[in-house]
């Protein structure tokens, strides 16, 4: 089992910065998470490479 990854994102609604925990035993997901300061949702898309280094896409639901 892989340990979880914390990534840094900016709140497409209220431009707080947020931190989230990634799972890289996964390569591609999609999911939603509701921000820790607005409780808006947001999508989030992430992505792993060869090495294992995230790439996280934050998204406002509607957009």
Do not use: G, H, K
Not at 28 to 56: A, G, K, M, R
């Amino acid at each position: 089992m892989s340990a979880l990854d914390s990534v840094l994102i900016q709140c497409p609604y209220c431009w707080e910065t947020l931190e989230i925990s990634v799972d890289p035993s996964v390569a591609e997901q999609e999911y939603v998470e509701d921000c820790q300061v607005c409780c808006q949702p947001i999508v989030l898309t992430v992505t792993f490479n060869e090495q294992l280094t995230p790439t996280v896409q934050a998204r406002a639901e509607n957009d």
